[in-house]
């Protein structure tokens, strides 16, 4: 049974609470390459470290004054260390503080991410060893085409998702930056050390060169890797909910005992978390839009980018870590009815088989478009008429002089669209 999503360990990452915390561990470790590079005394080092801590509230009541969320909170971490709080901050500026920080925190958040893609990786990696052979209608144009099987539709989900994985790893990677290199990233008035062990101790890698901020295409990376991620779900989700149709009723999603779906029609049994997937899924393309449009920013920095990040990439993570989670439990709990999708495969007669035919007439001499044409006029009496194809077929001289009963009878035949499913699932070593 699936735990209900209560999205404590997403959301604790972007807490006012851990974000400060991770201001102050940057801090502090920045004083600590000091104390090697001797501009900080060791005893300063030990009082901050036992003394530094820091007030929400009072942050908040500082910022209201001061205006500015950086000098609030060194103001109130100064009054809880004292004297040795000159130390703290020695030749940075905020943004040293800030996007190192950021990057922490966004690092923190893609590899809850990577965690999630994971479980679903895992769960449709289920559904696609259970459903291996469950003949299905395959649709193009939303239109009966050829027979495929419930499984093979979630290899491709599988495939996807691991696409996604390697995505969101490469983003994490790209991420893991820091910079601590002063107010236009000159390192004018901080040593490059500094830096190189500030990343070290928070597991990130220094920029190679920034400006008063890590460039922004890097975040845009990230956010558009979650975007692309959340659309893979809204695909899934949107196939879920075509299959989900009345007239369809090939799968659905799990509808639990006492949950309802409609206050005025008892009867309904709606996809509400494919659908809710779907509108979410718009939320993160959004985001990654607000991300790509803080790339371009006025010389070495200007402010436009912070206010917009401040809700995108806690929003984007946030709301794909959801999404993730259900969708796993959607897959999971999925209600598969192949007896219903092989019911759909009879609902146009036979006409699936329409290419075997053509093949098969081709292969007994005649030019492809003569055989197509054959094919086709039985075809459109069939879909005109709801006759039986098969029958047709039987029935027309110039393809019974081609092919006998028992060749016809051979072509009609569900198992050959699964010859293959073994060497597709090879692939995947399943």
Known sequence: MIE???LPEMKAV???????RVWLDVEICACEAMVQLGLVPP??????????????????????????????????VGEYVGEASKYIHLGLTSYDIVDTALSVLMKKAGEKILARLEELQEAIKEQAVKHRYTLMMGRTHSVHAEPITFGLKMLLWLAETERNIERVKKAIETI??????GAVGTYATIDPFVESYVCSRLGLQ???????VLQR??????LTTLAIAGTSLDKFAIEIRHLQRTEVRETEEFFAEGQKGSSAMPHKRNPIIAERISGLSRLLRGNAVAGMENVALWHE?????SSVERVIIPDSTIALDYMLFKCTEMIKKLFVYPERMFANLQLSHGLVFSQRVLIALVEKGISREQAYSLVQRNAMESWREGRDFKSLLKADAEVTGLLNPEEIESIFDYRAYLKNIDHIYSRFGL
């Open 43 to 76: 005893e300063a080092l030990l009082e901050i470290k036992e003394k530094a801590n820091f007030d929400i509230k009072r942050i908040d009541e500082i910022e209201a004054v001061v205006n500015h969320d950086v000098i609030a909170f060194l103001t109130c």
């Open 14 to 20: 972007w807490s006012p609470e851990n974000k400060f």
């Open 176 to 181: 893991s930056v820091g910079r601590l290199a």
């Open 206 to 212: 220094p920029a190679r060169v920034s400006t008063q």
């Open 4 to 6: 209900r999503y209560t």
């Open 217 to 222: 295409d890097r975040h845009a990376e990230y």
């Open 301 to 305: 920095r200007d402010i436009s980018h």
